[in-house]
């Protein structure tokens, strides 16, 4: 898998120790000037893929997913949460 080229800010460093589960650490940020939501483990992430416009995936060098960055995370992410909320409401006859 080739390099996506997104240069960014979530990117983890390489460790010169291998990694353990007992050292990974989930992380989860947002930046709110760029509306870029990064979710990821804590491994490096030196490989990107773009999944579909405005998704990369990010593997290890074992190719196990270290990281989603989400671009225009707001645009994305809204309306799935606004059709969830509505699909919930429907489901309570009592509202």
Known sequence: MADAGHDNKFLTPKS????????????????EESDTLWIGNGRPVPNGMDLFDGCV????????VSGIMLEDAKELLLPLLNGQAKQQTKQHPSE
């Open 57 to 64: 995936v990010f593997f290890d060098k074992d190719r196990i």
């Open 16 to 31: 010169p120790v291998p990694l353990t589960p007992e050292c990974l650490t989930p992380e989860i940020k947002y930046d």
